[in-house]
Nanobody
Framework: VQLQAYGGGLVQAGGSLRLSCVASGRTDNGYAMGWFRQAPGKEREFVATIRWSFGSTYYADSVKGRFTISRDKAKNTVYLQMNSLKPEDTAVYYC??????????????????WGQGTLVTVSS
């Protein structure tokens, strides 16, 4: 599975962006697809994940109520709608795929495939 993320850019605080991640190759129902982010000088951190089959979603506390993860099975694409963006949301955002959802959705080691990252910059 290859993942291609896009949609990043520069936005003012309070604005919105939608990230997309297209998966090439088979995405079985057991998959979970997630978004992580990494700010300069910081560890990569969990943002959100969605179970491919059930559509169950999980979010980091820092983005709950502002970000929404969704998927389009027909397009093999997962989205991250980001609203009410804050300067602290500035980071490179990565999409990732977990072939066998284990419940440890917040752990980078649970994910088997990673996209190349897309930069989101939120100006104050």
């Amino acid at each position: 599975v290859q993942l291609q993320a896009y949609g990043g850019g520069l936005v003012q605080a309070g604005g919105s962006l939608r990230l997309s991640c297209v998966a090439s190759g088979r995405t079985d129902n057991g998959y979970a697809m997630g978004w992580f982010r990494q700010a300069p000088g910081k560890e990569r951190e969990f943002v959100a994940t969605i179970r491919w089959s059930f559509g169950s979603t999980y979010y980091a506390d820092s983005v709950k109520g502002r970000f929404t993860i969704s998927r389009d099975k027909a397009k093999n694409t997962v989205y991250l709608q980001m609203n009410s963006l804050k300067p602290e949301d500035t980071a490179v955002y990565y999409c990732a795929a977990d072939r066998y959802y284990s419940g440890n959705y917040y752990d980078t080691h649970s994910y088997d495939y990673w996209g190349q990252g897309t930069l989101v910059t939120v100006s104050s």
